[in-house]
Protein backbone atom coordinates (compact mmCIF):
# COMPACT_ATOMS: atom_id res chain seq x y z
CA UNK A 1 0.00 0.00 0.00
CA UNK A 2 1.67 3.47 -0.91
CA UNK A 3 0.27 7.20 -0.14
CA UNK A 4 -0.92 9.58 -3.12
CA UNK A 5 -1.13 12.77 -2.02
CA UNK A 6 -4.22 14.50 -3.65
CA UNK A 7 -5.38 18.44 -3.74
CA UNK A 8 -9.29 18.00 -2.74
CA UNK A 9 -11.52 21.18 -2.72
CA UNK A 10 -10.20 24.40 -1.46
CA UNK A 11 -6.77 22.96 -1.43
CA UNK A 12 -7.68 20.50 1.28
CA UNK A 13 -4.79 17.74 1.30
CA UNK A 14 -6.32 14.17 1.12
CA UNK A 15 -4.47 11.00 1.08
CA UNK A 16 -5.44 8.35 -1.04
CA UNK A 17 -3.74 4.88 -0.43
CA UNK A 18 -3.31 2.99 -3.69
CA UNK A 19 -3.15 -1.50 -2.89
CA UNK A 20 -1.03 -3.60 -4.44
CA UNK A 21 1.11 -3.21 -7.69
CA UNK A 22 0.48 -0.46 -10.77
CA UNK A 23 -0.87 -2.23 -13.61
CA UNK A 24 1.52 -3.56 -16.41
CA UNK A 25 -0.73 -2.28 -19.06
CA UNK A 26 -4.27 -0.54 -19.29
CA UNK A 27 -5.74 -3.06 -21.87
CA UNK A 28 -4.64 -6.05 -18.86
CA UNK A 29 -6.81 -4.57 -16.24
CA UNK A 30 -10.44 -4.34 -15.31
CA UNK A 31 -11.56 -1.01 -14.97
CA UNK A 32 -9.64 1.92 -11.84
CA UNK A 33 -11.68 1.47 -8.86
CA UNK A 34 -12.03 4.28 -5.81
CA UNK A 35 -13.13 3.21 -2.84
CA UNK A 36 -15.11 5.84 0.05
CA UNK A 37 -15.53 4.74 3.21
CA UNK A 38 -18.12 6.06 5.42
CA UNK A 39 -18.36 8.91 7.96
CA UNK A 40 -15.62 8.23 11.01
CA UNK A 41 -14.11 5.85 8.52
CA UNK A 42 -11.22 5.90 7.05
CA UNK A 43 -9.20 4.10 3.64
CA UNK A 44 -7.45 1.40 6.00
CA UNK A 45 -11.40 -0.21 6.03
CA UNK A 46 -11.59 -1.71 2.85
CA UNK A 47 -7.71 -3.25 3.12
CA UNK A 48 -9.67 -6.87 2.78
CA UNK A 49 -12.04 -5.67 -0.26
CA UNK A 50 -8.99 -4.09 -1.94
CA UNK A 51 -6.74 -7.27 -1.34
CA UNK A 52 -8.68 -9.33 -3.92
CA UNK A 53 -9.56 -5.95 -6.44
CA UNK A 54 -5.78 -4.99 -6.83
CA UNK A 55 -5.60 -7.98 -8.34
CA UNK A 56 -7.25 -7.07 -11.56
CA UNK A 57 -8.07 -3.63 -10.83
CA UNK A 58 -6.24 -0.64 -9.83
CA UNK A 59 -7.24 -0.07 -6.52
CA UNK A 60 -7.50 3.30 -4.42
CA UNK A 61 -8.96 4.12 -1.50
CA UNK A 62 -9.66 7.51 -0.40
CA UNK A 63 -9.07 8.95 2.86
CA UNK A 64 -11.72 11.45 3.28
CA UNK A 65 -11.62 15.25 4.07
CA UNK A 66 -11.47 15.66 8.24
CA UNK A 67 -10.43 11.72 8.42
CA UNK A 68 -7.41 9.71 8.62
CA UNK A 69 -4.49 10.67 7.30
CA UNK A 70 -6.43 13.46 5.29
CA UNK A 71 -6.21 17.05 6.49
CA UNK A 72 -8.85 18.02 9.04
CA UNK A 73 -9.73 21.57 8.18
CA UNK A 74 -12.34 24.22 10.04
CA UNK A 75 -14.50 23.47 7.15
CA UNK A 76 -16.27 23.02 4.67
CA UNK A 77 -17.86 19.94 5.59
CA UNK A 78 -20.63 20.37 2.46
CA UNK A 79 -21.74 17.34 -0.12
CA UNK A 80 -20.53 20.12 -2.31
CA UNK A 81 -16.89 19.98 -0.96
CA UNK A 82 -17.15 15.72 -0.61
CA UNK A 83 -17.95 15.40 -4.23
CA UNK A 84 -15.51 17.82 -5.40
CA UNK A 85 -12.79 16.37 -2.92
CA UNK A 86 -13.60 12.73 -4.90
CA UNK A 87 -13.83 14.00 -8.05
CA UNK A 88 -10.48 15.60 -7.81
CA UNK A 89 -9.03 12.25 -6.78
CA UNK A 90 -10.30 10.09 -9.79
CA UNK A 91 -8.76 13.06 -12.13
CA UNK A 92 -5.41 13.16 -10.33
CA UNK A 93 -5.00 9.75 -10.17
CA UNK A 94 -5.81 9.15 -14.10
CA UNK A 95 -8.36 6.43 -12.54
CA UNK A 96 -11.52 7.61 -14.70
CA UNK A 97 -13.53 6.35 -15.61
CA UNK A 98 -13.97 4.11 -12.63
CA UNK A 99 -15.96 1.82 -10.58
CA UNK A 100 -16.89 3.68 -7.63
CA UNK A 101 -17.87 2.19 -4.11
CA UNK A 102 -18.87 3.82 -1.33
CA UNK A 103 -20.13 2.54 2.14
CA UNK A 104 -22.69 4.47 3.98
CA UNK A 105 -21.75 8.61 3.14
CA UNK A 106 -19.25 7.14 1.22
CA UNK A 107 -21.92 6.01 -0.93
CA UNK A 108 -23.78 9.07 -1.17
CA UNK A 109 -20.96 10.79 -2.74
CA UNK A 110 -20.58 8.18 -4.86
CA UNK A 111 -23.69 8.07 -6.20
CA UNK A 112 -24.05 12.27 -6.32
CA UNK A 113 -20.66 12.38 -8.13
CA UNK A 114 -21.35 9.68 -10.33
CA UNK A 115 -24.68 11.77 -11.58
CA UNK A 116 -22.89 15.04 -11.64
CA UNK A 117 -20.12 13.67 -13.86
CA UNK A 118 -21.29 10.26 -15.66
CA UNK A 119 -17.86 10.72 -17.82
CA UNK A 120 -15.79 10.05 -14.88
CA UNK A 121 -17.81 6.52 -13.42
CA UNK A 122 -18.49 3.94 -15.36
CA UNK A 123 -19.96 1.83 -12.11
CA UNK A 124 -20.97 2.21 -8.84
CA UNK A 125 -21.65 0.10 -5.94
CA UNK A 126 -23.59 1.48 -2.87
CA UNK A 127 -23.45 -0.51 0.05
CA UNK A 128 -25.86 0.04 3.04
CA UNK A 129 -26.99 3.71 2.71
CA UNK A 130 -30.08 5.20 2.28
CA UNK A 131 -31.96 7.36 -0.34
CA UNK A 132 -34.59 8.86 2.10
CA UNK A 133 -34.29 11.71 4.63
CA UNK A 134 -33.32 10.31 8.03
CA UNK A 135 -34.54 13.39 9.93
CA UNK A 136 -33.58 15.95 12.62
CA UNK A 137 -34.49 13.33 15.62
CA UNK A 138 -31.61 11.46 13.73
CA UNK A 139 -29.42 13.90 13.90
CA UNK A 140 -29.78 14.77 17.99
CA UNK A 141 -29.60 11.07 18.62
CA UNK A 142 -25.83 10.97 16.91
CA UNK A 143 -25.43 14.42 19.23
CA UNK A 144 -26.42 12.26 22.27
CA UNK A 145 -24.16 9.32 21.51
CA UNK A 146 -20.92 11.23 20.96
CA UNK A 147 -21.75 12.64 24.81
CA UNK A 148 -21.51 8.54 25.91
CA UNK A 149 -18.02 7.93 24.36
CA UNK A 150 -15.71 7.02 27.20
CA UNK A 151 -12.52 9.32 26.13
CA UNK A 152 -10.08 8.96 26.28
CA UNK A 153 -9.93 5.17 26.40
CA UNK A 154 -6.75 3.78 28.65
CA UNK A 155 -5.98 0.82 25.68
CA UNK A 156 -6.97 -0.20 22.42
CA UNK A 157 -8.84 -3.09 24.15
CA UNK A 158 -10.70 -0.86 26.11
CA UNK A 159 -12.23 1.08 22.51
CA UNK A 160 -12.52 -2.73 21.14
CA UNK A 161 -14.45 -3.76 24.61
CA UNK A 162 -16.84 -0.62 24.19
CA UNK A 163 -17.73 -0.06 20.82
CA UNK A 164 -18.27 -3.88 20.60
CA UNK A 165 -19.75 -4.74 23.63
CA UNK A 166 -20.80 -1.95 25.95
CA UNK A 167 -21.84 1.05 23.39
CA UNK A 168 -25.75 1.34 24.51
CA UNK A 169 -26.43 2.33 20.52
CA UNK A 170 -25.85 -0.82 19.63
CA UNK A 171 -28.65 -3.96 20.41
CA UNK A 172 -26.00 -6.81 20.20
CA UNK A 173 -22.11 -7.34 20.44
CA UNK A 174 -20.39 -7.17 17.44
CA UNK A 175 -16.52 -7.48 17.59
CA UNK A 176 -16.24 -6.18 13.91
CA UNK A 177 -17.53 -3.07 14.63
CA UNK A 178 -14.56 -2.91 17.86
CA UNK A 179 -12.04 -3.53 15.45
CA UNK A 180 -14.07 -0.67 13.31
CA UNK A 181 -13.29 1.86 15.83
CA UNK A 182 -9.88 0.58 17.10
CA UNK A 183 -8.55 1.19 13.80
CA UNK A 184 -9.69 5.38 13.59
CA UNK A 185 -8.06 5.96 17.36
CA UNK A 186 -4.74 7.49 18.06
CA UNK A 187 -2.71 7.39 20.99
CA UNK A 188 -2.44 11.08 22.94
CA UNK A 189 -0.66 12.30 26.00
CA UNK A 190 -4.07 11.22 28.15
CA UNK A 191 -4.76 7.97 26.05
CA UNK A 192 -6.83 6.89 23.13
CA UNK A 193 -8.92 9.41 20.55
CA UNK A 194 -10.55 9.12 17.37
CA UNK A 195 -8.15 10.81 14.80
CA UNK A 196 -11.15 12.87 13.97
CA UNK A 197 -13.24 15.86 15.23
CA UNK A 198 -16.80 14.60 16.24
CA UNK A 199 -18.21 18.24 15.62
CA UNK A 200 -17.10 17.75 12.01
CA UNK A 201 -18.33 15.04 11.72
CA UNK A 202 -21.64 16.04 12.77
CA UNK A 203 -21.49 18.69 10.74
CA UNK A 204 -20.62 17.03 8.34
CA UNK A 205 -23.73 14.50 8.90
CA UNK A 206 -26.03 17.30 8.58
CA UNK A 207 -25.60 18.23 5.55
CA UNK A 208 -27.26 14.66 4.17
CA UNK A 209 -29.71 13.89 6.87
CA UNK A 210 -32.41 16.24 6.68
CA UNK A 211 -32.76 16.02 2.47
CA UNK A 212 -33.79 13.21 0.39
CA UNK A 213 -31.73 12.09 -2.53
CA UNK A 214 -33.86 10.23 -5.04
CA UNK A 215 -33.37 12.42 -7.53
CA UNK A 216 -29.68 12.62 -7.74
CA UNK A 217 -30.11 8.35 -7.83
CA UNK A 218 -32.10 8.61 -11.14
CA UNK A 219 -29.81 10.75 -12.64
CA UNK A 220 -26.69 7.58 -12.37
CA UNK A 221 -26.66 6.93 -15.63
CA UNK A 222 -23.77 3.63 -15.01
CA UNK A 223 -24.45 0.58 -13.93
CA UNK A 224 -25.93 0.59 -10.28
CA UNK A 225 -25.41 -2.03 -7.68
CA UNK A 226 -27.49 -1.80 -4.00
CA UNK A 227 -25.91 -4.10 -1.20
CA UNK A 228 -27.30 -3.84 1.93
CA UNK A 229 -26.79 -5.76 5.23
CA UNK A 230 -29.89 -8.46 6.48
CA UNK A 231 -29.67 -6.17 9.93
CA UNK A 232 -27.99 -2.94 8.44
CA UNK A 233 -29.52 0.48 8.19
CA UNK A 234 -31.07 -0.20 4.67
CA UNK A 235 -34.17 -1.95 4.58
CA UNK A 236 -35.28 -3.99 1.91
CA UNK A 237 -38.13 -2.29 1.05
CA UNK A 238 -35.96 0.92 0.37
CA UNK A 239 -33.27 -0.63 -1.07
CA UNK A 240 -35.88 -2.38 -3.53
CA UNK A 241 -36.98 1.06 -4.61
CA UNK A 242 -33.63 2.40 -4.83
CA UNK A 243 -32.94 -0.10 -7.51
CA UNK A 244 -35.87 0.72 -9.45
CA UNK A 245 -35.24 4.35 -9.91
CA UNK A 246 -31.49 3.38 -10.70
CA UNK A 247 -31.60 3.52 -14.52
CA UNK A 248 -28.94 0.30 -14.65
CA UNK A 249 -30.04 -1.12 -10.97
CA UNK A 250 -29.34 -4.06 -9.56
CA UNK A 251 -29.62 -5.46 -5.96
CA UNK A 252 -27.85 -7.97 -3.52
CA UNK A 253 -28.21 -8.46 0.01
CA UNK A 254 -25.47 -9.90 2.43
CA UNK A 255 -27.18 -12.51 4.91
CA UNK A 256 -26.40 -12.13 8.95
CA UNK A 257 -24.32 -8.49 8.34
CA UNK A 258 -25.01 -5.68 9.90
CA UNK A 259 -24.11 -1.75 8.77
CA UNK A 260 -20.34 -2.58 8.38
CA UNK A 261 -21.12 -5.11 5.90
CA UNK A 262 -17.56 -4.91 3.75
CA UNK A 263 -15.60 -5.05 6.83
CA UNK A 264 -17.13 -7.60 9.23
CA UNK A 265 -18.16 -10.21 6.47
CA UNK A 266 -15.76 -9.73 3.57
CA UNK A 267 -16.00 -13.15 2.41
CA UNK A 268 -19.65 -12.71 1.59
CA UNK A 269 -19.37 -9.43 0.37
CA UNK A 270 -16.88 -10.49 -2.05
CA UNK A 271 -19.76 -13.11 -3.53
CA UNK A 272 -22.30 -10.27 -3.59
CA UNK A 273 -20.13 -7.74 -5.52
CA UNK A 274 -17.74 -9.90 -7.57
CA UNK A 275 -20.50 -10.62 -10.25
CA UNK A 276 -21.84 -7.22 -10.81
CA UNK A 277 -17.76 -6.17 -11.30
CA UNK A 278 -16.76 -9.05 -13.69
CA UNK A 279 -20.15 -9.55 -15.35
CA UNK A 280 -21.70 -6.12 -15.65
CA UNK A 281 -18.36 -3.76 -16.23
CA UNK A 282 -16.46 -6.31 -18.07
CA UNK A 283 -18.58 -8.80 -19.19
Not at 59 to 74: E, F, I, M, N, W
Not at 149 to 175: I, M, N, S
Not at 220 to 239: F, I, K, M, S, T
Request: glycine letters at 10%.
Amino acid sequence: MRRIDVIGAGGTGLAAWEFGEPPKTQEAEGPGVLLLHGLMGRATHWAGTAAWLAERHRTVALDQRGHGDSDKPAGPYTREAYVEDAEAALVQLGLAPAVLVGHSMGALTAWQLAARRPDLVRGLIICDMRASALGAASQREWTDWFRTWPVPFATLDDVRRWFGEDDPWVERPDPARGAFYAEVMARSEDGWRPVFDPAQMLTSRATWVTDAHWEELAQVQCPALVVRGLDGELGRAEAQEMVRVLPHGAYAEVPDAGHLVHYGHPTAWRTAIEPFLHGALIG
